[in-house]
Each structure stands twice: as structure tokens, then as C-alpha cells.
């Protein structure tokens, strides 16, 4: 079967920089994808890794390395409207399978 | 006009009806697929179909069937519902060949009393 593993929730300040880890068990493994969920929305694409490194798209990084099986998501300079849900996706075949979410809380 | 729209957008029903959710899309996109989410538990897929003639069961298809009318729409029914359906649920497009990249209705949320 799939695993993936995930924070709950994770609480930061504006400004800060806030990293969500996903650790993963597939078989198949083809990439990580990451999504942004807000209360009452559709989840949305923010960044995909399918080899080893560094992703940079604006405020957001995500990370991978296939032999540890893991990644991350950085949000840097975090803004209130970064308060959501973030979700990892391991890309199998055919199909992505979701981790369970980490809730980001950003105070002022 | 959204790219990706499901309707309902609200339904509530009892146990043992059946019903239909609905799903079109804009994009072009060839695969479609339908999650469900529930709170803590993240989105899990349900069906997807890559073409019209293609129809693959998801991770928790038990209780579900799907139609792939035309490329753009693609519908979801529950033959006769139970409360553990309770759920919202959402329908996605990708296109090329890639699935990581995936575009999201709004959602449907449903209630089975």
C-alpha cells in the first residue's frame, strides 16, 4: 500500500518562514506534488517535483530526495492569506494518492 | 467562467436514494477523476478515466459507479445512499501525461441523513 506522513498543524508568524515535511511509503514513485487548500475552497497546484533538488516558484520551494523518501514545502515571508491546508501528493502511475493534510496557522 | 464547475454545489439526501453528482470541464483536459474528502483524511481518489472509453476504480470505488459521457463531463452516482457517504466531494482535470498537475471543481457537498 501507500503511506504518506504529514505535520497536523503548523503555526508561524507573518514574515517567518515555515517548512512542511512529508515523509512517504509507495511503490511506483514518479514525483511530489504539493497543494494549497483553503477553508471552504478547491484544492490548487503549487509545485511538483519529479527528481531530486530544489523547486523555486516565488515565496514557495518544495524539495525532494528520492532516497530518503521525502520532502518539503518552504513558505517564506509567509502572509495571513497563507493560512490553509497543504497537502503532499505522491505521483504513482496513473494516478496521485494524498497525504492527510497540514493545517498552516498564520498569526500576525 | 470557471474551467472546472460541479453541480450540485449543495445536496442533501436521504438514505437510499440515488443520486447523481455532476462534473464538466472547459480545459480540454482528456482525464478526469472524482475524490472524495473527509476532515483528517485528506482526498481519496474514487474513479478516474483518461478517455471516454476509460474507467479505472480508485482506492474506494465500493457503493459508486461513474459515466465519462463526452470529454468534458464526467458524473459520479451513488446508487443508494448511506450516511458514511457523507462527504465532499470534488472532480479534477489533468492534461498531457502528466496526473501530477491537477485542476480542481469546486466541490459538492453531500449530506445523507
Known amino acids: 500500500g501507500q503511506s504518506l506522513e504529514q505535520p497536523s498543524e503548523v503555526t508561524a508568524v507573518e514574515g517567518a518562514i515555515v517548512q512542511i515535511n512529508c515523509t512517504y511509503q509507495?511503490?511506483?514513485?514518479?514525483?511530489l506534488s504539493w497543494y494549497q487548500q483553503h477553508d471552504g475552497g478547491a484544492p490548487t497546484f503549487l509545485s511538483y517535483n519529479g527528481l531530486d533538488g530544489l523547486e523555486e516558484t516565488g515565496r514557495f520551494s518544495s524539495f525532494l530526495s528520492r532516497s530518503d523518501s521525502y520532502g518539503y514545502l518552504l513558505l517564506q515571508e509567509l502572509q495571513m492569506k497563507d493560512s490553509a491546508s497543504y497537502f503532499c501528493a505522491v505521483r504513482l502511475f496513473q494516478k496521485l494518492v494524498f497525504g492527510t493534510g497540514t493545517r498552516l496557522l498564520v498569526s500576525p | 467562467d470557471a474551467d472546472v464547475t460541479q453541480t450540485p454545489r449543495n445536496r442533501i439526501t436521504k438514505t437510499g436514494k440515488r443520486i447523481m453528482l455532476e462534473c464538466s470541464q472547459t480545459?480540454?483536459?482528456?482525464?478526469m477523476y472524482w475524490y472524495r474528502q473527509d476532515p483528517g483524511l485528506g482526498l481519496r481518489l474514487i474513479y478516474y478515466s483518461f478517455d471516454v472509453k476509460d474507467i479505472n476504480k480508485g482506492e474506494i470505488s465500493d457503493g459508486y459507479s461513474v459515466s465519462r459521457q463526452a470529454q468534458a463531463k464526467f458524473s459520479l452516482s451513488l446508487e443508494s445512499a448511506i450516511p458514511n457517504q457523507t462527504a465532499l466531494y470534488f472532480c479534477a482535470t489533468s492534461g498531457g501525461t502528466g496526473t501530477q498537475e491537477q485542476y480542481f471543481g469546486p466541490g459538492t457537498r453531500l449530506t445523507v441523513t
Open positions: 480545459k480540454g483536459h482528456d482525464r
Open positions: 509507495t511503490s511506483g514513485f514518479y514525483g
